[in-house]
T-cell receptor, first 109, second 116 residues
Framework: SQQGEEDPQALSIQEGENATMNCSYK?????LQWYRQNSGRGLVHLIL?????REKHSGRLRVTLDTSKKSSSLLITASRAADTASYFC?????????FGEGTQLTVNP | DTGVSQDPRHKITKRGQNVTFRCDPI?????LYWYRQTLGQGPEFLTY????????KSRLLSDRFSAERPKGSFSTLEIQRTEQGDSAMYLC??????????????FGPGTRLLVL
């Protein structure tokens, strides 16, 4: 079953603005991963943050993790039209990934 | 291309028919996963293999579903007596054995199934 929630469900911004997406989860995690999915396509791995890490950067991406609140956020800076996609967080406990429902990001040129 | 591949990319079938999907993982990965994704939802775990052993199955995987990975390389997912509710995207992923920074699961492009 699906666990966790992502907020907001949909986000529309202008090119160049920053986009922040939040994710809450329910279990004790080994790590949390963020994925991007373009319409009707497979998932592309963006970044993994471990349970003992609080912040991680990769290019224009910044991920934070607050294990006391069981929440994570993904920040995309200086957004581009090509960033338009669905973004999912996935908690890892054991071997399976448990995904949230995702945030649909639209970046308008 | 050395990523995860899936075949076919699209499948349309009539209710009651059997369908089989294939997944070829990244060659050095010993773990292979199957997920199902319906419209507007995140993927849901179905099952995973380590080498040829099927180690975990979700309760979503009814008796009509069977997965195999006979030689520890490619995998097949078969759905027997398909139902309209089986219409979804079926995603395959692979990874190394978790540990030492190798937890990332890499996904294939998916097989979109439509049951009429």
């Amino acid at each position: 079953s699906q666990q966790g929630e992502e907020d907001p469900q949909a986000l529309s911004i202008q090119e160049g603005e920053n986009a922040t997406m939040n994710c809450s989860y329910k279990t004790s995690i080994n790590n949390l991963q963020w994925y991007r999915q373009n319409s009707g396509r497979g998932l592309v791995h963006l970044i993994l943050i471990r349970s003992n890490e609080r912040e991680k950067h990769s290019g224009r991406l910044r991920v934070t993790l607050d294990t006391s609140k069981k929440s994570s956020s993904l920040l995309i800076t200086a957004s581009r039209a090509a960033d338009t996609a669905s973004y999912f967080c996935a908690e890892t406990s054991g071997s399976r990934l448990t995904f949230g429902e995702g945030t649909q990001l639209t970046v308008n040129p | 291309d050395t990523g995860v591949s899936q075949d076919p990319r699209h499948k349309i079938t009539k209710r009651g028919q059997n369908v089989t999907f294939r997944c070829d993982p990244i060659s050095e990965h010993n773990r292979l996963y199957w997920y199902r994704q319906t419209l507007g939802q995140g993927p849901e775990f179905l099952t995973y293999f380590q080498n040829e052993a099927q180690l975990e199955k979700s309760r979503l995987l009814s008796d009509r579903f069977s997965a195999e990975r006979p030689k520890g390389s490619f995998s097949t997912l078969e759905i027997q007596r398909t139902e309209q509710g089986d219409s979804a995207m079926y995603l395959c992923a692979s990874s190394s054995t978790p540990g030492q920074g190798r937890e990332t699961q890499y996904f294939g492009p998916g097989t979109r199934l439509l049951v009429l």
